[in-house]
């Protein structure tokens, strides 16, 4: 199928359900238009843009790298340490022949990272459970995020309110108590999310 055919068939497709999503930083709107068909949803269209990120993009232009961390430190911004991530791997590709990341740094990145990404995910599933009218989906998603942000905020916490990332690793180490607490919080969190997922697979229009 050519591009202009695609596009003439997606204009044709009468969608029979509505989401919105606000971006509360920038005020921007999305929209997620679905097609349900019997008990399945059979076609889905995203109209407008969600970026996040866009009115940091323009603070940060302009700005040295202190200004750019106390930017992200000092306002509430989603997810900071995928952004702050961000800012310190320029720094490190610019460094790449004088630094040399540690690779228990590089691992304790990528488990500080991945808390956060799974965090995000089930944010989004519990919009989608408000979306869908699903409260039990929407409450069971949020209350698993808390419990994975509980523990980003255990391991990460600094009372000089600096970033855990840092050039060159990491600000400070994973000590071995904090070590079997996260295993004990994973355990947890990993049955919980088997059940959301038991949840989300008996609605028959979302499985």
Avoid: C
């Avoid at 750019?68 to 022949?97: G, M, R, V, Y």
Wanted: no cysteine; hydrophobic share 35%; glycine share 4%.
């Amino acid at each position: 199928m050519d591009s202009d055919s695609s596009k003439n068939t997606e204009s044709e497709t009468h969608f029979d359900k509505k989401i919105i999503l606000k971006n509360k930083l920038t005020d921007d709107h999305a929209q997620i238009h679905l097609k349900i068909k019997g008990d399945k949803i059979s076609a889905a269209k995203i109209i407008g843009s969600f970026d996040i990120y866009q009115n940091y993009y323009k603070q940060q232009k302009n700005n040295s790298w202190q200004k750019a961390q106390d930017i992200s430190f000092n306002e509430h911004i989603p997810f900071p340490f995928h952004f702050h991530i961000a800012f310190i791997q320029t720094f490190e590709k610019i460094l790449k022949n004088s630094i040399e990341i540690p690779t228990r740094a590089k691992y304790l990145r990528t488990i500080i990272l991945e808390l956060e990404r799974i965090s995000y995910h089930l944010s989004l599933i519990g919009n989608l459970g408000n979306g869908f009218s699903f409260p039990m989906l929407s409450l069971k998603a949020l209350s698993i995020q808390a419990l994975i942000l509980e523990s980003l905020n255990e391991l990460t916490k600094n009372p000089n309110k600096k970033s855990y990332l840092k050039v060159g690793g990491v600000t400070k180490d994973l000590d071995s108590r904090k070590t079997k607490k996260l295993l004990i919080s994973l355990s947890g969190i990993k049955k919980d999310i088997l059940n959301l997922r038991r949840v989300f697979y008996r609605n028959s229009i979302l499985k």
